[in-house]
């Protein structure tokens, strides 16, 4: 059986890394070695996390992080962050094409990074709320947490490919 959490009936600390432990106030269980994932990795955002244990099995889901105690909200996000490390892009430098495979050049919240992608229409996902997810030829994962932020070059590179 799963457990739902609603809020601050669990304190979860830091074990390592992407792991984490949990401890029920109400019943006094503890957790350990757990890692967290989104059950919605695209849309969910903080909502609906799930606790799986070492085997891979769930055994509680988060309703929403934001609800959380804020030590343990903190270490929840920290996991996540590690978890899905994705790269932010905050500036495109520069786009070529060449046999339908385009080049780009970006400035992320880690660095300069250059990546292919074979096909925009498979690659570059415009969502909702203004973010951009972008998916490169070796399944690297890059976003764009605000299109209307980036400068008016990078918006005129990008413009076409959405």
Same mark, same amino acid.
């Given at each position: ?49 799930? *606790?799986? %244990?070492?085997?891979?099995?769930? !055994?509680?889901?988060?309703? #929403? ?7 343990? $909200? ?52 415009? *969502?909702? %709320?203004?973010?951009?997810?972008? !998916?490169?030829?070796?399944? #690297? ?7 209307? $932020? ?13």
């Amino acid at each position: 059986m799963i457990t739902y959490i609603d809020g601050p009936e669990i304190k979860i600390t830091e074990n390592d890394g992407i792991f984490i432990d949990a401890e029920f106030f109400h019943t006094g269980e503890k957790l350990t070695g757990l890692e967290v994932h989104r059950l919605f990795p695209m849309s969910g955002g903080n909502k609906y996390l799930v *606790l799986l %244990d070492e085997d891979g099995e769930q !055994k509680a889901v988060i309703r #929403n992080a934001d609800n959380l105690m804020p030590e343990s $909200k903190k270490v929840v996000l920290r996991a996540l962050d590690e978890y899905y490390m994705m790269p932010r892009i905050t500036r495109i430098t520069k786009m070529t094409e060449k046999f339908l495979i385009w080049m780009w050049s970006v400035e992320t919240d880690r660095g300069p990074i250059t990546f292919e992608i074979r096909n925009h229409l498979a690659s570059v996902k415009p *969502l909702y %709320d203004g973010r951009v997810l972008i !998916k490169d030829a070796n399944d #690297n994962r890059y976003e764009i947490p605000d299109l209307k $932020k980036l400068d008016i070059k990078s918006q005129r590179l990008i413009g076409p490919k959405l």
